[in-house]
Every structure is written in C-alpha cells, then in structure tokens.
C-alpha cells in the first residue's frame, strides 16, 4: 500500500481529519519543509527512529531542535549507544522511508517519544509518508494519535 494512502485510512479511524499536503519539492529536510509549507523550521515536526542498544524509538521534535543523548536514554531508562537507524531498518519498521516518516500509521509498534519543544506552537507539520508531504496536526492530536509519551528530549 502506498504510504500516503496508509496515512490518509489511519487518519480516518481517528476523530481528526487534518488534510495531508503534498509537494512537488522535496520536504526530507526539517528547513525544506519549512520553506514547502510557509513556517518556520521549528514548526516541522521531524520524526528520527533511532536505535538505543538493540531497542528501536521513534522521536518526534521540533525541526530547529536536536536531540539530546542522555535525556533520550534518562527517559528511557536505557543504557547503550544511541544510533540513527539505517534507512533499511527504517523501512522495515516504519514502513516508510528517511526524511518522510510519519509519527503514526507505522509499520510495525514503535514507541514514540514526543519532545515538548514542539508545544511552542498551535501546529506543527509532520511529514505524511513520503519526503513531499506534511501533515498538520497539533501538539495535542499527535500525542493522542499515537498514545506517544509527551517529553523533555531537546
């Protein structure tokens, strides 16, 4: 199934109905989706799985903002280098490739992690699938739509 259209029906069975936006430029990047979707960076809402030990995470932050190690690991309780997943693993979990991982609809069950530095604002876009898409939703919506854990991880 392709991966828009595995947004669009999850997005169906939940009560919000944001309209998935695509492009015809590339959004792989929190400052070219940024500049595709008219906001700042920090509006983007960049999704990375990483990969603490052997255990996989889904991240969700502000675009302006990076993650810090040790309060991923704090939060987790874990202990173990923390890597970026390659972009076979991130496929494989997410169903969807790097620089267009939705937060939700994924693959596979990955816990999300939610940093608060996205609460700065009323939406925020997250990438629908593919890298030439967004979705709005709020702060709110993504921590309900994914029963992710809302965090301090900048």
Known sequence: ME?????????????????????????????????????????????????IGDQPVLVVTSGDMKVSQSKLKQVLGASGKVKLADPDTTMELTGFPPGGVCPFALKQPVPVLIDRSMERFPVVYAAAGTPRSAVPVSVAQLLDITGGTLCDLA
């Open 3 to 51: 991966a828009i259209a595995r947004v669009r029906r999850f997005l169906e069975e939940t009560p919000y109905r944001p309209e998935i936006i695509e492009f015809d430029e590339s959004t792989h990047t929190s400052e070219l989706a940024a500049r595709a979707v008219g906001v700042e960076v920090g509006q983007i809402a960049k999704s990375i799985l990483l990969i």
